[in-house]
């Protein structure tokens, strides 16, 4: 079974600091990444796709991706209330199929103002 | 404004009834997916379709059943053979392969 990981927090972060959300993956063939936002009782989100090892900057989001290691990460710089809400990791599997998304169970994320 | 529209937004029924959720987009996807989520669970795909007139069972389809005879519309019904129908069902659809998904707002289901 190919899975992504989360720690379910609630992760708890004073407004104005950084937020750093982790994700590991199981299928080393994967090959595109995605973080979603999802607030209490509605959808999710799209935030930041990404496709390469390294860094990819959106604003106060940061995407950070490790094959090797199988680790993608989220950092939310200066931290808003706003950003209270639960964080999907999603990963695309190798070897053809739906080509859907596989999903992480989601991190709460709580900025205390 | 492209997007995928989904409804009701929240849906009611008696125990033993199917339900028959709407979703339909105008982003011009091939590829529509149904998800379900349960509370404080990750998303679980249902069924998919990459194409007009085929679809293919996801990793919970017992119980549920799709048709995709436009490539704007895929609708899910919830029969009543479908044990634990009480969730919060997101359809999606995707553009090339590798791209992220987009979702409707999500139906709201209730079965008492």
């Known amino acids: 079974q190919k899975e992504v990981e989360q720690n379910s927090g609630p992760l708890s972060v004073p407004e104005g600091a950084i937020a750093s959300l982790n994700c590991t993956y199981s299928d080393r063939g994967s090959q595109s990444f995605f973080w979603y936002r999802q607030y209490s009782g509605k959808s999710p989100e799209l935030i930041m796709s990404?496709?390469?090892?390294g860094d990819k900057e959106d604003g106060r989001f940061t995407a950070q991706l490790n094959k090797a290691s199988q680790y993608v990460s989220l950092l939310i710089r200066d931290s808003q209330p706003s950003d209270s809400a639960t964080y999907l990791c999603?990963?695309?599997?190798?070897?053809?199929?739906?080509?859907?998304?596989?999903f992480g169970k989601g991190t709460h994320l709580i900025i205390q103002p | 404004d492209g997007g995928i529209t989904q409804s009701p937004k929240y849906l009611f029924r008696k125990e033993g009834q199917n339900v028959t959720l709407s979703c339909e987009q105008n982003?011009?996807?091939?590829?529509m997916y149904w998800y379900r989520q349960d509370p404080g669970q990750g998303l679980r795909l249902i069924y998919y379709s990459q194409i007009v007139n085929d679809f293919q069972k996801g990793d919970i389809a017992e119980g549920y059943s799709v048709s995709r005879e436009k490539k704007e519309s895929f609708p899910l019904t919830v029969t009543s053979a479908q044990k634990n129908p009480t969730a919060f069902y997101l359809c999606?659809?995707?553009?090339?392969?590798?791209?992220?998904?987009?979702f409707g707002n999500g139906t709201r289901l209730t079965v008492t």
């Open positions: 999603a990963v695309t599997l190798s070897g053809g199929g739906a080509d859907g998304l596989t």
């Open positions: 999606a659809s995707r553009g090339v392969r590798g791209s992220p998904l987009h």
């Open positions: 982003l011009n996807h091939d590829a």
């Open positions: 990404i496709y390469s090892n």
